[in-house]
């Protein structure tokens, strides 16, 4: 995992100390997938992991989210949009926790193929974080 923020820390050790039941995981390396998300208004596919992790990671997501959307690729496409495909999971990348409106999610980088073209997908999953 790239370099770890304060925040980020903060949640995975609430998580740890939490007594909250297992959370569901990602879709496995191989399976085809449809992507639909319980935080943004579709899947978040961007053109890199890289962007896929700036967004995990960052203290306002939808704010690094809505840059990523405004910027555009060689294709002249935005670099991140949010959409609902189905794709063939290539790989799977644990990201740690992102927090969003009060939430927290587990989130992952789901590379994909969809339709021969190479994306990766924000993935989450959301859960209560437990204080001790």
């Known amino acids: 995992m790239a370099a770890t923020t304060p925040r980020l820390l903060t949640a995975l050790a609430a998580l740890a100390l939490s007594a909250a039941p297992a959370l569901a995981a990602p879709p496995t390396v191989g399976s085809d997938y449809t992507f639909l998300d319980p935080v943004f208004r579709g899947t978040i596919f961007c053109d890199t992991l890289k962007e896929i992790r700036a967004i995990a990671e960052a203290d306002q997501p939808d704010a ?62 959301r859960f209560n974080l437990v204080h001790a």
């Open 64 to 125: 690094a989210y809505s840059n990523f959307y405004l910027t555009t690729n060689d294709r002249d496409e935005p670099m991140c949009m949010a959409i609902a495909p189905t794709g063939r999971v290539v790989d799977v990348v644990p990201l740690g926790v992102m927090e969003k409106d009060g939430g927290a999610y587990n989130a992952w980088a789901i590379e994909t193929d969809v339709n021969g073209t190479t994306a990766f997908a924000l993935y989450l999953e």
